[in-house]
């Protein structure tokens, strides 16, 4: 691997274990201590309910674990927010119009060029091709076999499908 890949790959490990890991860890740490000691020690009233910050800790984690896994859960299954990040994340990703190389690239594509080739000399030969159906199944296979030439999604040799 050479040098600058290995610095990019380091780069996106680091961000991936201190945003997902080491900034959770602290920042929930650091909002228990904070709250605590700057809020509830001071206020007498909550001082009686939580005396001291053990039970305050173990009373942050039975609530606000569960609180942050439906709060997840809301985020995932019932806001436009997830689908909003999945369709950004689409739109950036290099690989969405592009062959992968190993099974796809050597098998996948492959075999999705002959099934077309199957179908259309089976439904000629039943006489049950319509020109729609041959349109459609040889626009597509026009789709395969450029990904397969060019090594990506090309409408034409000249235009990506994903330009602008």
């Given at each position: 691997?050479?040098?600058r890949?290995?610095?990019?790959?380091?780069?996106?490990?680091?961000?991936?274990g201190?945003?997902?890991?080491?900034?959770?860890?602290?920042?929930?740490?650091?909002?228990?201590?904070?709250?605590?000691y700057?809020?509830?020690?001071?206020i007498?009233?909550?001082?009686?309910?939580?005396?001291?910050?053990?039970?305050f800790?173990i009373?942050?984690?039975?609530?606000?674990?569960?609180?942050?896994?439906?709060?997840?859960?809301?985020?995932?299954?019932?806001?436009?927010?997830?689908s909003?990040?999945?369709?950004i994340?689409?739109?950036?990703?290099?690989?969405?119009?592009?062959?992968?190389?190993?099974?796809?690239?050597?098998?996948?594509?492959p075999?999705?060029?002959a099934?077309?080739?199957?179908f259309?000399?089976?439904?000629?030969k039943l006489?049950?091709?319509?020109?729609?159906?041959?349109?459609?199944?040889?626009?597509?296979?026009?789709?395969?076999?450029?990904l397969?030439?060019?090594?990506?999604y090309?409408?034409?040799?000249?235009?990506?499908?994903k330009?602008?």
């Open positions: 691997m050479n040098l890949r290995l610095l990019f790959r380091s780069w996106y490990y680091f961000r991936i201190y945003g997902t890991y080491l900034a959770f860890l602290l920042g929930f740490v650091s909002t228990i201590v904070t709250v605590y700057l809020a509830i020690n001071n007498p009233f909550l001082k009686l309910i939580f005396p001291n910050f053990g039970l800790s009373l942050a984690l039975a609530f606000g674990v569960p609180l942050a896994i439906f709060s997840g859960y809301l985020h995932f299954k019932r806001s436009q927010a997830y909003s990040e999945v369709d994340a689409v739109e950036a990703n290099p690989y969405y119009f592009k062959i992968t190389p190993g099974k796809e690239k050597e098998m996948g594509i075999l999705a060029i099934n077309i080739d199957l259309l000399a089976m439904a000629k006489g049950v091709l319509t020109p729609e159906i041959e349109s459609t199944f040889l626009e597509v296979r026009e789709k395969y076999v450029n397969t030439k060019h090594g990506d090309r409408i034409s040799d000249t235009t990506s499908a330009e602008g």
